[in-house]
């Protein structure tokens, strides 16, 4: 499983900021938050930690949002790519990202189509926040830094007696990553010489 760099950790940590007493950004939340911004029904009204303990709660609220990256993107990404995606998803949700435009454009090859999806996540109650704003274009930025949004799959004509295993071998891939490029693959045994395919480049 990939896991986040420290530099999406720092993103991370920018935007949330670090409060050691349990507090509500918006009065109408219905649970407390506390730390680097987690939430939810083990944070009591009043409580207050350590920064050892934030850190602690930290690092526990970015496996969960790692594993989802890992979970619902079915592309190859770079490391700034995914360290973006984390943080993005720390904000919004899993739920959030998993029903994302976003999401779905990464997931059809669409790097540049979902990097502007970004800018249309800058709302909370019906506003535009500038704390939001701003996040939303950092992620961005780090989404895009680095990377040849259009360049990172390349098409692989099959060879005749090879199978995806292979092909896999061959491109230093796996074969889930293969069958994620092209859904028009329904049966991992089932390709044939003179096949052009999606691979990770």
Not at 77 to 93: M, R
Not at 123 to 134: E, S, Y
Not at 150 to 170: D, F, H, P
Request: hydrophobic fraction near 35%; include cysteine; proline fraction near 1%.
């Amino acid at each position: 499983m990939v896991i986040i760099s420290q530099v999406g950790i720092d993103l991370i940590k920018s935007f949330e900021g670090c409060r050691l007493t349990a507090y509500k950004p918006v009065s109408t939340e219905r649970y407390w938050t506390i730390g680097y911004g987690h939430y939810g029904s083990d944070v009591r009204e009043g409580q207050n930690i350590s920064q050892n303990e934030a850190e602690t709660l930290l690092k526990f609220d970015l496996r969960i949002y790692e594993k989802a990256v890992n979970d619902l993107v079915k592309v190859s990404l770079n490391q700034n790519q995914f360290d973006s995606l984390v943080s993005f998803t720390y904000n919004v949700g899993r739920e959030g990202f998993r029903t994302s435009t976003l999401l779905q454009k990464l997931n059809n090859n669409d790097y540049v189509g979902a990097s502007n999806e970004f800018d249309k996540w800058i709302h909370a109650g019906g506003k535009v926040l500038n704390g939001l704003v701003r996040r939303r274009k950092a992620e961005k930025d780090l989404f895009l830094k680095g990377s040849q949004t259009t360049s990172t799959t390349k098409n692989y004509t099959v060879r005749s007696g090879e199978n995806l295993t292979k092909i896999a071998q061959r491109n230093n891939t796996t074969i889930d990553k293969i069958m994620s490029l092209n859904p028009q693959i329904k049966n991992r045994n089932v390709i044939y010489a003179g096949q052009v395919i999606k691979v990770p480049r």
